[in-house]
């Protein structure tokens, strides 16, 4: 599916998942980003379960 990995709205819903997990991630455990990079994989349990959930894109196409 390479014409579906270069889809614009492919990156811009995984950057902006991302950002937002990262960010609330960020502000939930008041931490700095920069100096503790790995507190935001508190959330990836959500980002690895996103592809295979009801609102993912894969099963939009």
């Given at each position: ?8 709205w ?29 507190s ?22």
């Open positions: 599916m390479p014409q579906l990995i270069t889809a614009p492919f990156f811009i819903l995984l950057f902006s998942w991302l950002t937002f997990f990262f960010i609330f991630s960020s502000k939930m455990k008041k931490i700095n980003p920069v100096k503790d990079p790995y935001a994989l508190i959330f990836m349990p959500e980002i690895y379960h996103w592809p295979w959930s009801w609102h993912s894109p894969w099963l939009w196409t």
